[in-house]
């Protein structure tokens, strides 16, 4: 089972940027994809961003496109994601999550796995 601990939240003005991380640690890292997730106060959690196996692929979905970067160092196992211009509607709980099959990017899936497990999570909250 993997363990996932997620940091580098915090509260930032809309405009500004964060980048959160996530060591993953109980399953061979660098043999799968990595995404992100987020929930807002009374949302569902939804798929932010992925990224394959050797970070050579990666996804957003259209509202943090642009503006959000995921990437990868499968020598520390720790995905990254790199948040600029926030938006007041990024603001949430932002996990990260591994793939269950290897060498996959097939995002939609990813997106839609029941996972078994979840970080704790690290809050980002953005100020108007």
């Known amino acids: 089972q993997v363990q996932l601990v997620e940091s580098g939240g915090g509260l930032v003005q809309a405009g500004g940027s964060l980048r959160l991380s996530c060591a993953a640690s109980?399953?061979?890292?660098?043999?799968?994809?990595m995404g992100w997730f987020r929930q807002a106060p009374g949302m569902e959690r939804e798929f932010v961003a992925g990224?394959?196996?050797?970070?050579?692929?990666?996804y957003y979905e259209d509202s943090v496109k642009g503006r959000f970067t995921i990437s990868r160092d499968n020598a520390k196992n720790t995905v990254y994601l790199q948040m600029k211009s926030v938006k007041p509607e990024d603001t949430a709980v932002y996990y990260c999550?591994?793939?269950?099959?290897?060498?996959?990017?097939?995002?939609?899936?990813?997106?839609?796995?029941?996972?078994?497990?979840w970080g704790q999570g690290t809050q980002v909250t953005v100020s108007s």
């Open positions: 999550n591994q793939d269950r099959i290897a060498y996959s990017t097939n995002w939609q899936r990813l997106m839609k796995t029941v996972f078994d497990s």
């Open positions: 990224i394959s196996a050797n970070g050579g692929t990666v």
């Open positions: 109980g399953r061979t890292f660098n043999a799968y994809a």
